[in-house]
């Protein structure tokens, strides 16, 4: 009986970009957060963890840009931004719901690369929505 079984593959070059959404649904709080990872993927399917290609990212629909991050702590890039670089073959866009119901279409742009996009749904909450500010 096999109890278990690793196989590690070495990655080519990046081929192409895929958006990851830890989230397709979101409330319309105005607060509500979808995290969306970028991804430079081979031509099998495997994350490149060389590829430190710069993205930018163009929100449009029901929502904003909240910040980007790669994980790097010694990275100069700013936060509150619309690019950041690949770390570890990725990156991170933080999607902040507006207060209407609707649609949040993230595009990824990167040189190179087919441009990568995601829908994410913006719904009414469960609970009433706080006056204010």
Known sequence: MIAAVHELQTAS??????????????????????????????AVGRVVPEAQNSVHFEISGQGTLAAVDNGDLDSPEAFKCNQRELRGGRALAIIQSARQLGTIRVVAHSEGFQDATVEIQVKAPAYPISTLP
């Open 13 to 42: 070059k990046p081929v192409r970009l895929v958006l990851v959404p830890e989230r397709i649904t979101i409330d319309a709080t105005g607060e509500d957060l979808s995290y969306v990872e970028v991804r430079a993927l081979d």
